[in-house]
C-alpha cells in the first residue's frame, strides 16, 4: 500500500514539472524569435540608410486622442449646423424688428411733416385773412388829433398830408407824410404822425419858435431851435430878445430850409450849449470871424475874447472863475481866455467896450452897439 502511494506522487510531481519545461522552451523561442526580428529590422536599416531602432515608437492611444479630437469637431459641426436655423431665423426676427421700427420712425416723421405743413398752411391763409380784413374793413380813420402845440388843426394837417378820414391806417405812408407836411409848413420843425388803434391818427408837432438870429451883410436870418430858417428881416424888430450871431453865411439858404448842414451853425449852437451850461451871465451875442476869433458878448459889459474852439471847455471854466471871484458885477471890460490855461482882463470904460462887443440883443434895454450898427471887422 505504502508503494503504491510512493509511485502516485511521484507521477504527480512528474505531471506538475512538465508544464514548467514546456513554459521556459517558449519563453526561449519566443527570444530567439525577437532577436531575430531586431537582427532582420538592422539588416532593413542598413539598407535604407536609416536607423529605425532609433526612432521613437508611436505611442498606441495616440490614434484615440486623434479619433476623440475628430468627433469633437463632428459634434461641434453638427450643433453648429442645428444652430445655424435658429441663428438665420433669430437675424431675420431682428432684421424685420429693424425694418419696422424704421418704417415706424419715417412714418412718424411724415405725419410730424404732414402736422407741420398743415399748420403752417393754417396760420398762412389766417394772416392773409387777417391782413385782408385790416386793410379793407378794419382800421378805417373815424378821429384825427394834433398834441404839442402849433396853430395847425388836425384837418388842415391832414389836407397838406393828403389823408382823410375813412382812409385805412394800415395803407398809409406815415414818412411820405411828415416830409409832405414839412416841405410845405415852414413853421413846423418837427412832426411825427403815429397810427393809434383802432381808428386815430395822432400829429405829435413841434413848432418852429425863433430862437437865434444871423446877422450878415446887413439882413437878419431868423433860425428855430431846430435849425430853421423861418424868417429874413432887414431889422431885429420883434426879435429883441434873440441872440446876435454873426460871421456865418447864410445867404444863400431859402425860407424854410435847415441849416443843420453847415458847419459854421452846428460850431454857433455847440457853443451856445457850453455857454448856458457854464452859466457864465446873460449871453447877449457872439462873433465868430472866420471861426478862430470867438468873442462872446455878456450882458453888454463883459467881452470874453475865446479865441478858436480847442479846449473850449477849460477856457469857459477859467472864464467862469474869473468873472465869480475877481470881476466884479459893476466892472466892465475884455476878458481874455484865449491862450490855453491863462488870463487877462482890461477894465474898459463903456465908449472903449463899444468898440470891443459883439452885436448882442438889447431886450428892455438900450444896447450901445444898436442892431443897426454894423460890427466891428
Request: aromatic residues 6%.
Amino acid at each position: 500500500m505504502k508503494r503504491q502511494k510512493l509511485k502516485k506522487r511521484k507521477v504527480n510531481m512528474n505531471q506538475h514539472s512538465a508544464p514548467r519545461v514546456k513554459s521556459k522552451e517558449i519563453s526561449a523561442g519566443q527570444k530567439k524569435r525577437e532577436k531575430a526580428q531586431r537582427q532582420f529590422q538592422q539588416k532593413q536599416a542598413g539598407k535604407g540608410g536609416t536607423n529605425t531602432a532609433q526612432r521613437p515608437a508611436r505611442p498606441v492611444n495616440g490614434m484615440d486622442a486623434r479619433q476623440r479630437a475628430a468627433q469633437r469637431r463632428a459634434i461641434e459641426m453638427q450643433q453648429l449646423l442645428q444652430d445655424i436655423p435658429q441663428a438665420q431665423e433669430k437675424n431675420k426676427k431682428r432684421m424685420r424688428d429693424q425694418a419696422r421700427a424704421e418704417n415706424s420712425r419715417r412714418h412718424k416723421k411724415r405725419r410730424r411733416r404732414n402736422r407741420s405743413l398743415y399748420y403752417i398752411l393754417i396760420l398762412f391763409f389766417v394772416l392773409i385773412t387777417g391782413i385782408t380784413l385790416s386793410v379793407t374793413v378794419f382800421f378805417n380813420i373815424k378821429t384825427m388829433t394834433v398834441t404839442g402845440g402849433g396853430d395847425y388843426t388836425a384837418e388842415e394837417l391832414a389836407r397838406i398830408g393828403n389823408v382823410a378820414a375813412g382812409d385805412n391806417l394800415f395803407r398809409l405812408n406815415l414818412s411820405r407824410m411828415e416830409e409832405d407836411i414839412l416841405k410845405q409848413s415852414i413853421d413846423i420843425d418837427e412832426i411825427s404822425i403815429k397810427r393809434s388803434l383802432p381808428e386815430t391818427l395822432r400829429f405829435e408837432v413841434t413848432p418852429a419858435s425863433p430862437a437865434l438870429a444871423v446877422y450878415f451883410e446887413k439882413q437878419y436870418y431868423i433860425l428855430s431851435s431846430g435849425g430853421r430858417l423861418i424868417a429874413v428881416s432887414e431889422s431885429p424888430e420883434g426879435y429883441e430878445e434873440l441872440i446876435i450871431v454873426t460871421g456865418i453865411d447864410l445867404s444863400k439858404q431859402k425860407i424854410g430850409s435847415f441849416v443843420n448842414s453847415s458847419e459854421d451853425y452846428q460850431e454857433a449852437n455847440d457853443l451856445l450849449e457850453s455857454l448856458s451850461a457854464h452859466e457864465l451871465g446873460s449871453v447877449n451875442g457872439i462873433s465868430m470871424k472866420n471861426g478862430v476869433e470867438i468873442k462872446v458878448n455878456i450882458g453888454n459889459r463883459i467881452c470874453l475874447q475865446i479865441g478858436s474852439a480847442i479846449g473850449l471847455e477849460d477856457k469857459l471854466l477859467l472864464a467862469r472863475q474869473l468873472l465869480a471871484e475877481e470881476i466884479s458885477e459893476s466892472e466892465t471890460g475884455v476878458l481874455d481866455v484865449s491862450e490855453s490855461g491863462k488870463a487877462y482882463f482890461r477894465p474898459m470904460n463903456e465908449e472903449e467896450l463899444v468898440k470891443e462887443l459883439p452885436k448882442g440883443k438889447t431886450g428892455s434895454t438900450e444896447d450901445s452897439d444898436s442892431p443897426e450898427a454894423e460890427p466891428k471887422e
